[in-house]
């Protein structure tokens, strides 16, 4: 059974490092193919990827946030980190952690299971 | 461009066939994956790939593919899938890419 839960805090101040952990048990990080993701989404707005990290320990951010994203991996923990600085009110958001495979073909991805999100405020 | 362009807004009649879609450049290299939401809800995956369902999806949900242009069908609304539906592609660097989303409602 796949499940991921992301965890950190509900409230950050404006300036300040978001730092989110996301905890996933039922697969892992080191077999091929295998990604993490994170996701957020403004209250009421789109989905919008933010980084992913892959079983080689590749990683791949958005190209309009990857100045402020860091993501990391502990595979023994099975936990995949992500901090963002310099926090903004905009960047209140829905944070999701999601396993993403890479099709065999290495050809696209997709979300197959989604933690189930946590809200951070921005905010001073 | 590195977009993925969605209607903001479709209606079905109840029982009726329903056809979302999402365009974009890089939908004629890579395929799209699309996400179900209801309020207060995670996404959940319906399809990925050229058309395939995660286990549980009902089939009348289906996915398809022509030059810019990827497609959610629903055969047969049912109520219970008035929700938002996103997609998801590559970006011109090969990351993830999500559309701007569609509000689903059955009528």
């Known amino acids: 059974q796949v499940t991921l839960r992301e965890s950190g805090p509900a409230l950050v101040k404006p300036t300040q490092t978001l730092t989110l952990t996301c905890t996933f048990s039922g697969f892992s990080l080191s077999t091929s193919g295998m990604c993490v993701s994170w996701i957020r989404q403004p209250p009421g707005k789109a989905l919008e990827w933010l980084a992913l990290i892959d079983w080689d320990d590749d990683k791949y951010y958005s190209t309009s946030l990857k100045t402020r994203l860091t993501i990391s991996k502990d595979t023994s923990k099975n936990q995949v980190v992500l901090t963002m600085t310099n926090m903004d009110p905009v960047d209140t958001a829905t944070y999701y952690c999601?396993?993403?495979?890479?099709?065999?073909?290495?050809?696209?991805?997709?979300?197959?299971?989604w933690g189930q999100g946590t809200l951070v405020t921005v905010s001073s | 461009s590195s977009e993925l362009t969605q209607d903001p807004a479709v209606s079905v009649a109840l029982g009726q066939t329903v056809r979302i879609t999402c365009q974009g450049d890089s939908l004629r290299s890579y395929y799209a994956s699309w996400y179900q939401q209801k309020p207060g809800q995670a996404p959940v995956l319906v399809i990925y790939g050229k058309n395939n369902r995660p286990s549980g999806i009902p089939d009348r949900f289906s996915g398809s593919s022509s030059g810019n242009t990827a497609s959610l069908t629903i055969t047969g609304a049912q109520a219970e899938d008035e929700a938002d539906y996103y997609c998801?592609?590559?970006?011109?660097?090969?990351?993830?890419?999500f559309g701007g989303g569609t509000k689903l409602t059955v009528l």
């Open positions: 998801n592609s590559r970006d011109s660097s090969g990351n993830p890419l």
């Open positions: 999601a396993r993403t495979p890479l099709d065999s073909s290495g050809y696209y991805y997709y979300h197959d299971y």
